[in-house]
């Protein structure tokens, strides 16, 4: 069965830090998707990729976040410079076409300490 | 800004079936329900979705009212590895982003 991939697992930076969290997402889907979930609450949505630009971006996606897809294969989501409430579980989910499900990766759970 | 409503909580002894209710009253036509779970901070899983009809996978079936201003998820013998948190998402597009509410949390007892 297709899956998307995402590394690392886990991800321990310090304050201040880049960071880089990759996804590999299945290989025909057309739109790319980064989440992130604070322990104990829901998962929020920050981006949607489509056609190598992004289409939509919530609140929570300011300047300190960018996404990429540099390849053609991977879909990445940067945050440049991280703080303490970065610390999340951050998923990566691509769908294909028409009226087709989301499929999600199992997540990089990021610690900034 | 969820279009849905969904129990909090909910038990289900192991074994028997587990009926998830959602209701989305402003529901329009050309919206889909889609429901997917998240095992315990795992990436959220894809269980079925549906427009008019009833649907029937391999995990559950979707019974969606002829008004579809509700619908009901069913795993039809619950297992403990079903408990879960459950999410009700309505979408009008294939490529919507999924958007999330607190869902149901289903624990299945033994």
């Known amino acids: 069965e297709p899956e998307v991939t995402q590394t690392p697992s886990h991800q321990v930076t310090q304050m201040g830090q880049e960071v880089i969290l990759r996804c590999v997402p299945i290989s025909n889907h057309l739109y790319f998707y980064w989440y992130r979930q604070i322990l104990g609450q829901k998962v929020e949505f920050l981006v949607s990729?489509?056609?190598?630009?992004?289409?939509?971006k919530s609140e929570i996606f300011d300047d300190q976040f960018s996404v990429e897809r540099p390849d053609g294969s991977n879909f990445t989501l940067k945050i440049r410079s991280t703080k303490l409430e970065d610390s999340a579980m951050y998923f990566c989910?691509?769908?294909?076409?028409?009226?087709?499900?989301?499929?999600f990766g199992q997540g990089t759970r990021l610690t900034v300490v | 800004d969820a279009k849905t409503t969904q129990p909090t909580s909910m038990d289900c002894a192991e074994g028997r079936a587990a009926n998830l209710p959602c209701n989305h009253s402003t529901i329009s036509g050309n919206e889909y329900v889609y429901w997917y779970r998240q095992i315990h901070s795992q990436g959220p899983q894809y269980i079925i979705h549906g427009l008019k009809n009833n649907e029937t996978n391999e995990m559950a079936s979707l019974i969606i009212t002829e008004d579809r201003k509700s619908s009901t998820l069913i795993l039809p013998h619950a297992t403990l590895r079903d408990t879960a948190v459950y999410y009700c998402?309505?979408?009008?597009?294939?490529?919507?982003?999924?958007?999330f509410g607190p869902g149901t949390s289903l624990s299945v007892i033994p």
């Open positions: 990729f489509y056609n190598n630009e992004i289409s939509e």
């Open positions: 998402i309505v979408e009008e597009t294939s490529y919507d982003k999924v958007i």
């Open positions: 989910a691509s769908r294909g076409p028409m009226n087709t499900e989301a499929f």
